[in-house]
Structures are given as C-alpha cells and as structure tokens.
C-alpha cells in the first residue's frame, strides 16, 4: 500500500485548523490534525514544503518506521511544529491502517478497556454567580466533570472566561490582545469561587481549573493548600513546566492533584514529571506529541508512576483530534479523562464524526478508523484568517505567561 498523495487543508470555520490528507494507491485515505494555535502555516509549511514531498511512494502501512524516519531525519528533533506535522502524518497513517482493517482505531490498538469515555466541558462566568450557574447548567446537561472558570475583579481578560456565551475562543485577533493578569488578586479570589461551587453544588461533582502557566511554583503551593477544602479534580499547568523539577517544591505542600503537558510535544518534556510522580494527570495530545505513536509511550511511562491520561480537547484541536483521541481513551488502561470543548457546528460540518456525546460521556463510534472526515468542498468556503493568541502583562508592564 503506497502513498500517493499528501495533502494540506487549512480551513477556517470560525477558527482556522489545519489537515493533512493522505491517499494510497489502493483507494483508502486518512486524515491527521496539523493545527497549531496561533502558528498554522507554520506547520502547514512544513508539512508542504518538507515532509509532503518525502512521503510519497512510502509503504503506509509502516507507521512506526515513518515516525522514525520524519523525527531522526529532522535531525533538529522535538518542537511543538515539527511535532504536530510529526502528529498529523502518524494520525492519518493510523486512520489508513484501521480502515483497511476494517475495525475502529480502538479495536487496533487492543480493543475497549472501559464502555465510554468520562468527560469534562468548561463552565465560566464574569464572576462566580454567573460561574456558579453556569456549572450547575452544565450539571444539567448531564456532565460529571465541570472545569470552572471566572471573571476576577480587577483583572482585565482573565483566563478561560468566554465574552458572551460564545464558545471559548482565545485566539482573537490578527495580533495578540494584550491581557492584563494580577497574581494577588487571583490568589485571593481563586479559593472563593470553589468555596462557593462547594457550597452550591455539593462534594460529588467533579471541579477542574486551569491555573494556565500563571504562577510561581511557592504560590502555586500556596493554592494548591487553599484548594484542599473544595477537593479538586485537578488544577491545571500551575507554572511553566520547563524546569520540571520545580514541581517537586509544589508536591511538597499540597495534596491538590496536578494535571499538565497540554503544550508538551515529547516524552522527553514529562520525563521527570512521571519518575518522579511529580503530577497526576498527563494532558500530552494526539495532536501536539507525536500522534498515536507517541502518545502511547507517554501513557505507558505515566501508567507505571500511577499517573492517568487527560488529554487537551480545546475547541482549537479539530473533531479530528478528538475522535482520534476518543478511541486512544477507549483503550488506554490508565486513562483519567478526556477534555471536551463542543466545536461550534459550522466546525462540525466540515468534520463529520461519528463520536457522540452520552450523559457526560462520549463514544467514538464503530466507524472503521478514528472515525472523523473532511468535507473538502465545505473546507474550502472558509478561508485561512490570521489569528494569534493573547499575551498577559503583569500591572507593572511585565511580560507574564498568558
Ligand atoms: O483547554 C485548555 O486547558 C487550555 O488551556 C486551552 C488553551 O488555552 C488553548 O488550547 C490554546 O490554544
Ligand atoms: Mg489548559
């Protein structure tokens, strides 16, 4: 089964995503997610310009040796850009070899380890009423897993708050919004709202927060402390994980679990994390670290330190991500949750899936291969539109970690 075709499809359905397709000599195609938030044509050229050309005559069937091949051949190894074109290409590849099998993706990689995959979708508010209700909106909606994020008093773009009842879309403008984050005031407010959601839903719902990078590790400990009365699911990338060993300082203080690695793009980022078991949850995806094929190697270094999978599922991971993702959930033995932000329709349109959302769970259907596709003649009314991430500055002008 040769490559005959690899294919880049950027697309922008109310956010831009990027696809590659792959098509054999024998009929069958697969698609993989390539989109980077903020830096889609950057790996949409180097999949065009650098790894496109080198595919073609492959044997698909070789996946394992084509992750080699495109990961030593780099020789500039790891990176979230050269890792999500890595992470496109084994995606598609993985889609071929379950489709010509005839099986969905889980089936292939040892069959369902459990009947459905737990969930977690994302309630925020400008302020913790409106944050309390929408969390019990979520609750209705049958969700077992809520994240919780609010407006903070004095700070101007908190985190993870959606303007209107939009679907949370942080990439919002052709050059970086410029956010304002205050650390006091955040410190302060962040152990009220969970009081409050305690207090107004009860000890069984399950609550996650996203902390986003914005801490030091000592306050990060501090919180993680402030937490323990509301009993947390996680907190979430409570400082920036490049000095791994930082988190030993965090572990010390607090029994708050920790979940991190959404911008992890190699096993070699969360090495020590999981020795060490430095966290609980590793969120490493699909679509940033390394595909299937990787992914899985991180999950078997986690499962042997007692650390479980939550993978990221933001809106700006495509459908194709998140069936690729559904299916490696369905299977992995130590899987914790999933992350999932609904696309918006227009999304989901160009990506029909065969996933499906149950009671707080989602399935990722019977459908041979992960089960999503690309509907190329409505990709193509949605042309690319330039986006970036925002920025934070702390209230002194300081460049912060957004
Ligand atoms: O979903 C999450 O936990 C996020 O942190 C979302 C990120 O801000 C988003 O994926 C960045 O593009
Ligand atoms: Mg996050």
Same mark, same amino acid.
């Given at each position: 089964?040769? $490559?005959?075709?690899?294919?880049? +499809?950027?697309?922008c359905? #109310?956010?831009n995503? *990027?696809?590659?397709?792959?098509?054999?000599? &024998?009929g069958?195609?697969?698609?993989?997610d390539?989109?980077?938030?903020g830096r889609?044509?950057?790996?949409?050229?180097?999949l065009?310009?650098?790894?496109a050309?080198?595919?073609?005559?492959?044997?698909?069937?070789?996946?394992?040796?084509?992750?080699?091949?495109?990961?030593?051949g780099?020789?500039?190894?790891?990176?979230?850009?050269?890792?999500?074109?890595i992470?496109?290409?084994?995606?598609?590849?993985?889609?071929?070899k379950?489709?010509?099998?005839?099986?969905?993706?889980?089936q292939?990689?040892?069959?369902?380890?459990?009947?459905?995959?737990?969930?977690?979708?994302?309630?925020?508010?400008a302020d913790?009423e409106?944050?309390?209700d929408?969390v019990?909106?979520?609750?209705?909606?049958?969700?077992?897993? $809520?994240?919780?994020?609010?407006? +903070?008093?004095g700070?101007? #773009?908190a985190y993870? *708050?959606?303007?209107?009842k939009m679907?949370? &879309?942080?990439?919002?403008?052709?050059?970086?919004t410029e956010?304002?984050?205050?650390?006091?005031?955040?410190?302060n407010?962040?152990?009220?709202l969970f009081?409050?959601?305690?207090?107004?839903?009860?000890?069984?719902?399950e609550?996650l927060?996203d902390?986003?990078?914005r801490?030091?590790p000592?306050?990060?400990?501090?919180?993680?402390?402030?937490?323990?009365?509301?009993?947390l699911?996680?907190?979430?990338?409570?400082?920036?994980?490049?000095?791994?060993e930082?988190?030993?300082?965090?572990?010390?203080?607090?029994?708050?679990?920790i979940?991190?690695?959404?911008?992890?793009?190699?096993?070699h980022?969360?090495r020590?994390?999981?020795?060490e078991?430095?966290?609980?949850?590793?969120?490493?995806?699909?679509?940033?670290?390394?595909?299937i094929?990787?992914?899985?190697?991180i999950?078997d270094?986690?499962g042997?330190?007692?650390?479980r999978?939550g993978c990221?599922?933001?809106t700006?991971?495509?459908?194709?991500t998140?069936?690729?993702a559904?299916?490696?959930?369905?299977?992995?033995p130590?899987f914790?949750?999933?992350?999932?932000?609904?696309?918006?329709?227009e999304?989901?349109?160009?990506?029909?899936?065969?996933y499906?959302?149950?009671?707080?769970?989602?399935?990722?259907?019977?459908?041979?291969g992960h089960?999503?596709?690309?509907?190329?003649?409505?990709?193509?009314?949605h042309?690319y539109?330039p986006?970036?991430?925002p920025v934070?500055?702390?209230t002194?002008?300081s460049?912060w970690?957004w």
């Amino acid at each position: 089964m040769k $490559i005959k075709t690899a294919r880049v +499809i950027v697309t922008c359905p #109310g956010r831009n995503f *990027v696809t590659l397709k792959i098509e054999t000599d &024998e009929g069958v195609y697969g698609i993989g997610d390539a989109t980077l938030n903020g830096r889609e044509k950057a790996v949409a050229s180097y999949l065009e310009d650098h790894v496109a050309p080198i595919l073609i005559g492959r044997d698909a069937r070789r996946i394992e040796d084509i992750w080699q091949f495109l990961y030593r051949g780099a020789y500039w190894r790891r990176g979230p850009v050269t890792m999500t074109a890595i992470s496109a290409v084994d995606t598609a590849l993985w889609d071929i070899k379950a489709k010509a099998a005839g099986m969905p993706l889980y089936q292939l990689l040892g069959g369902a380890s459990r009947d459905r995959v737990l969930v977690y979708g994302h309630a925020n508010g400008a302020d913790i009423e409106a944050t309390v209700d929408e969390v019990g909106r979520y609750m209705s909606l049958g969700y077992k897993a $809520i994240r919780a994020q609010s407006g +903070i008093p004095g700070v101007k #773009g908190a985190y993870g *708050v959606a303007r209107g009842k939009m679907y949370y &879309e942080p990439a919002d403008a052709a050059a970086p919004t410029e956010t304002v984050w205050d650390t006091t005031a955040y410190l302060n407010f962040a152990p009220k709202l969970f009081e409050r959601l305690r207090e107004a839903h009860g000890p069984v719902i399950e609550l996650l927060h996203d902390i986003h990078h914005r801490l030091t590790p000592i306050e990060a400990a501090r919180l993680g402390k402030a937490f323990e009365p509301f009993r947390l699911f996680w907190m979430e990338d409570p400082t920036p994980a490049e000095n791994q060993e930082a988190f030993r300082l965090i572990r010390q203080h607090t029994v708050t679990p920790i979940a991190l690695g959404e911008v992890f793009n190699s096993i070699h980022d969360c090495r020590t994390l999981l020795e060490e078991q430095l966290i609980d949850y590793i969120r490493a995806t699909v679509a940033h670290a390394g595909g299937i094929t990787q992914l899985r190697r991180i999950a078997d270094l986690a499962g042997l330190y007692h650390v479980r999978t939550g993978c990221h599922g933001a809106t700006d991971l495509s459908p194709v991500t998140m069936g690729a993702a559904l299916h490696f959930d369905l299977w992995v033995p130590n899987f914790g949750i999933q992350e999932y932000m609904m696309h918006t329709e227009e999304t989901d349109a160009v990506f029909p899936h065969a996933y499906s959302f149950d009671d707080g769970y989602l399935h990722p259907g019977e459908a041979p291969g992960h089960g999503v596709d690309i509907d190329e003649k409505r990709a193509a009314k949605h042309p690319y539109d330039p986006k970036q991430l925002p920025v934070a500055r702390l209230t002194d002008g300081s460049m912060w970690n957004w």
